[in-house]
């Protein structure tokens, strides 16, 4: 039948056979509503109990575990929240029906900095200094706080359509989560790899804490670079009456020099200065050493007009210089130390090096002279100690983070005292809190630490490292180059920071010897401090007394007192899967961890560490990032920006399919963007979507297996679709497995938009609505319909949770029916044909020809559809010729008729440069005009009674008829 509006010839006057035709017929309706309707799933689905029934129905499969990572309770979730949890949703969804038992169990990380900084923000707000609130009256605030947005967020994440076990959420911040985490923190404790140090560690004046690495983001920052003399004291006769040239960033750690860093592999030359430029500090006749390769750029930067290079430094081995503010309590000797680190990229080639305040040069000067000599310089709130001759006082940063006068005032001192050579500005990448924004600094402090050292016993007495580092090669890491990046952190990472001076969180459950600071060791009081942390959640360690937790040992309680820190929040979240996965009697290691790629320095490491510390193996079997959601223009989302597109708008306007729709059609393994115009884009591939859906569900309309036709009976345009079927079966099974969603997309929309709807149904509208219901070839046809339906709702269920549930039940109407109990269909071996398959593939390449002929005929008008044609069809390629053996041409070209000639052609004919051997010579129908199925015939009317109609129309009217009359007799 003819779809085309503006056909030219008008059906002929007789019987109205509009009832006869079989035009589909479903209450499915075109327009979706998602944000009314998709509300109403969620309450059939929590009526129904669906995770319960899920993990009832999958008892006994193989079980597929993904661990979720645990957000911060903190806040409203955003797009980044959305993203992450969408793809876990999917992954869970898809190996569910993949035939596992795909249980999730969503969780919270509800200790640490993000919610202690949002009380403290109410405090500041007030006027009132949290220092001076009762600590235990603070954590309540802060469990409160956290437990608001746990609720908050879940209802927020169950509107994304998130399936899971919300009834059961895990909370780090429940009793047994907290006595979970002291027992793995008591592990460390145990197997001896914990110690206390002083370490310079990344520290936020602001927040006045360390942080770790996975809580510091880098942005720019000005800051003031100088050129420092530190005169020569000690050394060869060459060396005599010369400085040291160091550059550095922070002058403000110059009262806390202690040594300068060299490299052997550098070649250093004495420069003297012979004449000046404007505004030089220099002096003329001193003698300065300076790296060879940089010595222009800092002559330039000095504003130095002339020099002389007198020769090559001598070897710097032994050399000592004196501080530049000695005579004014600096009056230590300032040794050069030679340094892998030191390169000359930058500076002067000579390294400014305050072991309190920076990692290498913490380093360097332990590998020489041991944890003696390290000062410490600065307070918790970045303010020099008393003690510290000159600055006493003077701040480093404000409590805003703002700029201090430390720097100032150590620059003024060094003008001086005839020290400084230069200084400038700067702008360069910095570490800053993600929390406060703020610009940290490096100070030293005593911490507590887990060694990258330590022999692990569940290793064989491997270092913690080096297991780390195997077990990395254990893992599949999606995408591939996830493995490198965590392993190149974990190689040269620092021993582990635990302790943080903070309020909120689990304790380090330590008891330390007050004469000899000794650890206690002891089974009976560890087990003690768990059963109280159990009971009264962390809390309890504050409240009791130390000889509490001594009852039934033989330790003296006297002797020893509690540590008051809180545990790195990274070690409340990489002890989950113990108390996730180990003792709710989930499969252990995890089959998947799935976070954001900037977890590889946080989550998925901190995991790691932890569970190799502990149990001498990873938690998990795979681990599969996303890179960070960006606007359509490519820059950072963010509330701050006013630039962010919040989950719920786009839930309010368009529904979470369509949110969903995105997560899985976007290249999420790397940044990836999203605005107006790419929802739109999915609006309308969804809608296209839809579409094909409510065609199946029309033309499926009383299906029943009696109309069934067996895959032999089946014409081959039938057959080739089940063999499409066969082979997107294979590539969606594969594409999930691999996380690879991008693929699914493509595949099944490239499929339902273009072999489907423009090729498979417009082809077989005829048959379906003209041919007789008893026709094999329209029950052949609603047999394949019948499974793409099976199929695609089944393909899409994962990705499209809640239309797929609306398409289902549309067909199978049900009190309790769901879609989402479903396994994907196995494929039988017979709808595999690759020899029909390529045979249709050139039988397309013909019928693409025919339909740019017919086009070229509309657009000329001459004609208006295409059964108004019957062209005759020249083959040369005898390859083409071959696979139409058998075809009915005007059927797959949807023409009245259509003449197969061997030859060339005319030269005239249409042709495509791209399929040789075809040409097609436009013709006009011959004959009358059905007027039922509007094809243009020379034997309409050649059936007795019906002068209207084709012999084909008049068998199914009299069929239709028949059983018309047999229904209003029965």
Not at 144 to 157: I, S
Not at 207 to 228: G, N
Request: with cysteine; proline share 5%; aromatic share 10%.
């Amino acid at each position: 039948m003819a779809t085309d509006s503006d056909s030219k010839t008008e059906a002929p006057a007789g019987r109205d056979y509009r009832e006869t035709i079989f035009l589909p017929e479903t209450p499915f309706p075109m327009k979706a509503g998602l944000p009314e309707r998709e509300p109403q799933w969620l309450a059939r689905w929590e009526k129904m109990d669906l995770y319960k029934r899920l993990r009832a129905e999958a008892k006994g499969r193989e079980t597929f575990t993904l661990h979720d990572g645990p957000p911060y309770a903190n806040g409203d979730i955003h797009i980044g929240h959305a993203l992450n949890k969408t793809l876990k949703d999917i992954i869970v969804r898809s190996q569910q029906m993949m035939g596992k038992d795909a249980a999730y169990v969503p969780g919270w990380d509800c200790h640490g900095l993000p919610i202690e900084w949002k009380i403290e923000e109410k405090y500041r707000k007030k006027g009132q200094n949290k220092d001076e609130v009762p600590p235990l009256e603070f954590r309540r605030e802060c469990r409160e706080f956290a437990q608001h947005w746990v609720d908050v967020q879940r209802e927020q994440f169950k509107r994304l359509g998130v399936s899971g076990d919300w009834d059961n959420p895990y909370l780090t911040m429940t009793f047994d989560a907290e006595a979970a985490i002291v027992r793995e923190f008591q592990k460390f404790l145990m197997n001896g790899s914990l110690y206390r140090g002083s370490k310079p560690v990344m520290w936020s004046v602001v927040e006045k804490t360390a942080l770790a690495e996975a809580e510091v983001e880098y942005q720019d920052h000005v800051s003031r670079a100088i050129w420092v003399k530190f005169p020569v004291v000690s050394g060869a006769d060459a060396l005599k009456g010369t400085s040291i040239v160091i550059w550095t960033t922070t002058p403000w750690t110059i009262p806390a020099n202690r040594a300068i860093a060299y490299s052997p592999k550098i070649a250093y030359g004495i420069y003297e200065v012979k004449a000046l430029g404007e505004f030089s500090r220099a002096i003329v006749g001193e003698k300065i050493v300076l790296a060879d390769s940089l010595a222009e750029t800092v002559r330039k930067d000095a504003k130095i007009a002339e020099w002389k290079r007198l020769s090559d430094a001598p070897s710097l081995d032994g050399v000592v210089a004196a501080h530049p503010f000695r005579g004014q309590g600096y009056e230590f000797d300032v040794p050069l130390l030679a340094g892998d680190h030191v390169t000359e990229e930058a500076g002067t080639g000579f390294v400014h090096t305050a072991p309190g305040h920076g990692q290498d040069d913490y380093m360097i000067w332990v590998q020489n002279f041991g944890q003696k000599g390290i000062p410490e310089t600065v307070n918790e709130e970045g303010v020099y100690y008393d003690d510290v001759p000159l600055f006493a006082g003077k701040f480093v940063l404000t409590r805003q983070g703002k700029e201090g006068t430390a720097d100032a005032a150590v620059i003024d001192a060094l003008i001086e005292a005839g020290a400084l050579l230069a200084q400038a500005k700067l702008t360069h990448s910095y570490p800053h809190s993600w929390r406060s924004k703020a610009p940290l600094i490096f100070r030293n402090t005593a911490q507590w630490f887990v060694s990258m050292d330590a022999p692990i016993a569940q290793a064989g007495g491997a270092k913690l490292r080096d297991v780390a580092l195997l077990e990395i090669d254990k893992v599949r890491w999606v995408p591939a180059r996830g493995r490198n990046r965590i392993y190149s952190m974990v190689e040269t990472r620092p021993d582990w920071v635990l302790s943080r001076q903070r309020a909120w969180g689990v304790p380090l459950t330590l008891f330390v010897h007050k004469t000899d600071g000794s650890l206690l060791r002891d089974d009976k009081v560890n087990a003690r401090v768990v059963d109280a942390v159990a009971v009264e959640g962390a809390d309890a360690w504050f409240e009791k007394p130390v000889s509490y937790f001594f009852e039934g040992s033989n330790h003296n309680a006297a002797d020893y007192e509690k540590v008051t820190d809180i545990l790195d929040v990274w070690f409340d979240s990489g002890s989950t899967h113990a108390f996730v996965l180990e003792e709710r009697g989930m499969p252990w290691p995890a089959d998947l961890y799935l976070e954001g790629s900037d977890q590889h320095r946080g989550w998925f490491q901190s995991s790691l560490l932890e569970s190799c510390g502990t149990r001498g193996k990873a938690p998990y079997k795979q681990v599969l990032t996303h890179g960070m959601t960006l606007t359509d223009k490519g820059t950072k989302m963010s509330k701050s920006l006013g630039n962010a597109i919040e989950p719920a708008t786009i839930i309010k306007q368009n529904g979470a399919d369509i949110l969903r729709l995105w997560v899985a059609s976007t290249d999420y393994w790397d940044d990836h963007s999203i605005g107006q115009e790419i929802l739109k884009s999915n609006v309308e591939a969804y809608r296209k979507l839809r579409n094909t859906f409510r065609y199946l569900l029309g033309n499926l309309s009383g299906f029943d297996e009696a109309e069934r036709v067996a895959v032999a009976d089946m014409p081959e345009l039938e057959r080739v679709i089940l063999h499409r079927l066969s082979e997107l079966d294979e590539l969606v099974r594969k594409a999930y497995d691999d996380y690879d969603f991008k693929r699914i997309f493509h595949a099944l929309t490239n499929f339902m938009n273009i072999e489907l709807s423009a090729f498979y149904f417009d082809i077989r509208k005829d048959t379906l609505y003209c041919d007789a219901p008893s026709s094999a070839r329209r029950r052949a046809c609603r047999t394949v319909l019948h499974e793409l339906f099976m199929s695609l709702t089944a393909w899409f269920a994962p990705i499209l949770c809640f239309t797929a549930e609306e398409v289902w039940l549309t067909r199978f109407p049900s009190e309790d029916g769901t879609v989402h109990t479903r396994l994907f269909p196995t494929m039988p071996a017979d709808w595999r044909n690759d020899a029909l398959a390529e045979k249709w593939r050139k039988v397309r390449e013909l019928r693409r020809t025919v339909t740019g002929a017919l086009e070229v005929e509309r657009r000329e008008k001459r004609i208006g559809a295409s059964l108004e044609a019957a062209p005759d069809v020249y083959v040369s390629n005898p390859e083409l010729k071959a696979a139409m053996e058998g075809i009915d041409l005007a059927e797959i070209a949807i023409t009245s008729g259509a003449t197969l000639i061997d030859g060339e052609g005319p030269a005239d004919a249409f042709r495509l440069d791209d399929v040789p051997g075809v040409a097609v010579v436009s013709k006009p129908a011959q004959g009358k005009k059905c007027a039922r199925s509007w094809k243009i015939l020379p034997e309409v009317g050649s059936v007795p009674g019906f002068p209207d109609l084709s012999p084909r129309d008049a068998a199914a009217v009299i069929e239709f008829d028949a059983r018309k009359k047999a229904s209003s007799q029965g």
